[in-house]
């Protein structure tokens, strides 16, 4: 008789109306009983499909498992063997585009619950106390990690447990990069980020906080200085904006100064700290994906009445998340779709009192795929707000770049690399993440890291051979 599957356990969350003025954790994880429950409906597949999904190859049927035999600590060292930082993964990665995706189970019912499972488990280790792995032998090797973000901190791990003395330097005070500036304490508590970085400290890692590549030393200075590698890790922090008219006015944010303002400056937790964001009365976002859904929710939390998210597609083009999005419908975000901003207004001091808009309608796809938004003549109108938060998008820093002309740039800012294995046309230094692909998952910028520290493994053992293979 076939196995009668199980309904997928939903995890709790906090009450809508309670958590859209707070900055407590909005998914409250499993508890023991549920996970189980939810590891039961695992099909524990021979030919499993759900790693092929995972971009840093997790086990996944294996530490789920565990998890069901209530081996707790097989199941975190089956997890961890692959991804050094799952309580960060379990809760940001878009699980539903990657291994849960490609559940079997999920072709007749909804697939199993991968990403709380993860979170589960990298919750309850945290709980017990990390342990720490074996190490290799110490190689004598000592490579450079430029960002201590999800890429540089997965290759600095990787690199550590294979022996190698690692160092990484950071440009702000707190290393984590997005993890810490980016993504809000609603959904990722800076808690779990700090625990996971301790972890990687613990495998070896040194971290230099407050140093900026580029300006301290160049690339070719770390090189020449000592260091047998360089892994670039330094994401894309360099934000877009939409060149219109009146972008320069008070009260319009990036929305990378507006969340780390409020993240990493800790705006919301003032006055316990000194350092204030203002938030106006009728806020505008505008763009549609997980950086846009963080602004809107961040704004409504730090005060704003009304808070929109304006996006020139309709909801289906929408880049988010599904889950963030119907976080952010349940919490009072309002949506208007197929409205593009063409100037924003100000006052005769300077600051921000509304925005005009065109009405659109949707074309052919584009480049991307999604259907081009066309302006509808005629249909402009004016908003009534006091602050615009651009979520447009990001591009490199490039202050990285500083005196190392040689290493090669796309016309976007981003680094020239073989995806395969991280390497740039300059000899010994490799990148991952979003420096070389442009604003992406917190995941894929991890299995970069990951392939990229394998790479300066296999190069550092035995460095002859061409350096550069692939399109010139």
């Given at each position: ?6 309904p997928?356990?939903?995890m ?22 549920t996970a189980?429950a ?6 524990q ?8 999904g995972?971009p ?23 997890l ?7 309580a960060?993964c ?9 291994c849960?995706?490609q559940c079997?189970?999920g072709?007749k019912?909804e697939?199993v ?6 979170r589960?488990?990298a ?8 342990r ?5 032998p110490?190689t004598?090797k000592?490579?450079?990690v430029?960002?201590?973000g999800p890429?540089g ?7 550590a ?7 990484i330097?950071?440009?702000l005070?707190?290393p ?15 808690d ?12 070896g ?6 140093t900026?590549?580029g300006k301290?030393?160049?690339i ?8 047998d590698?360089v892994f ?9 904006f939409?060149n219109?008219p009146g972008?320069n006015?008070?009260g319009v944010?990036?929305a ?6 409020t993240?990493?400056m800790?705006?919301y ?10 938030v106006?009365r ?9 950086v ?7 704004a ?17 083009e929408m880049?988010?998340r599904a ?7 349940e ?8 409205t593009?901003p ?6 005769d ?5 509304g ?5 659109m309608?949707?074309?052919?796809p ?6 081009r ?45 073989n995806?395969?294995?991280?390497r740039?046309k ?6 991952g993440g979003?420096?070389v692909?442009?604003?992406?998952t917190?995941?894929?910028?991890m ?6 520290a ?18 010139e």
């Amino acid at each position: 008789m076939p196995k009668e599957i199980a309904p997928r356990n939903e995890m709790p969350r906090q009450d809508p109306r309670v958590r859209r003025r707070n900055f407590n954790e909005v998914a409250l994880g499993y508890d023991l009983e549920t996970a189980l429950a939810e590891a039961e409906r695992c099909l524990q597949c021979k030919k499993p499909q759900c790693i092929a999904g995972c971009p840093v190859q997790v086990r996944i049927p294996e530490f789920i498992l565990a998890l069901r035999e209530k081996d707790m600590w097989r199941a975190v060292e089956v997890l961890k063997d692959k991804n050094s930082l799952p309580a960060i993964c379990g809760r940001v990665c878009p699980q539903e585009t990657q291994c849960e995706i490609q559940c079997v189970l999920g072709k007749k019912h909804e697939p199993v619950a991968i990403g709380r499972l993860e979170r589960f488990v990298a919750d309850w280790e945290r709980e017990q106390g990390m342990r720490t792995p074996p190490l290799a032998p110490p190689t004598g090797k000592h490579v450079a990690v430029i960002g201590a973000g999800p890429a540089g901190l997965t290759a600095a791990g990787d690199l550590a447990k294979m022996g190698h003395k690692v160092t990484i330097f950071e440009a702000l005070h707190a290393p984590g990069g997005v993890l810490i500036y980016g993504i809000p304490e609603f959904r990722l508590p800076k808690d779990v980020v700090r625990a996971e970085v301790e972890y990687v400290q613990s495998l070896g890692v040194e971290i230099r906080l407050n140093t900026v590549v580029g300006k301290l030393y160049t690339i070719d200075e770390m090189l020449k200085d000592g260091f047998d590698a360089v892994f670039l890790g330094t994401g894309a922090g360099l934000p877009m904006f939409m060149n219109i008219p009146g972008e320069n006015y008070n009260g319009v944010y990036s929305a990378n100064e507006f969340l780390t303002r409020t993240n990493l400056m800790k705006a919301y937790l003032f006055p316990e700290y000194d350092t204030p964001i203002n938030v106006g009365r009728k806020v505008a976002v505008v763009g549609a994906g997980n950086v846009a859904m963080d602004s809107a929710r961040c704004a409504l939390r730090l005060g704003a009445d009304e808070v929109h998210i304006v996006y020139r597609r309709s909801r289906a083009e929408m880049p988010a998340r599904a889950e963030e999005v119907a976080n952010a419908e349940e919490e009072g975000i309002i949506f208007d779709f197929l409205t593009n901003p063409v100037e924003i207004h100000g006052t005769d001091k300077g600051w921000v009192c509304g925005m005009r808009c065109i009405r659109m309608e949707l074309g052919e796809p584009d480049a991307s795929g999604r259907r081009r938004p066309v302006p509808v003549p005629g249909s402009e109108f004016d908003m009534e707000v006091d602050t615009v938060i651009m979520a447009l998008g990001t591009q490199p820093n490039p202050l990285v770049f500083s005196n190392t002309p040689w290493l090669e740039r796309t016309k976007h800012g981003t680094v020239v690399a073989n995806e395969e294995n991280g390497r740039t046309k300059m000899e010994r230094v490799w990148a991952g993440g979003d420096i070389v692909t442009g604003a992406a998952t917190v995941i894929s910028a991890m299995g970069a890291g990951k392939r990229a520290a394998a790479d300066i493994d296999a190069y550092l053992k035995d460095p002859n051979g061409p350096w550069w293979v692939g399109p010139e």
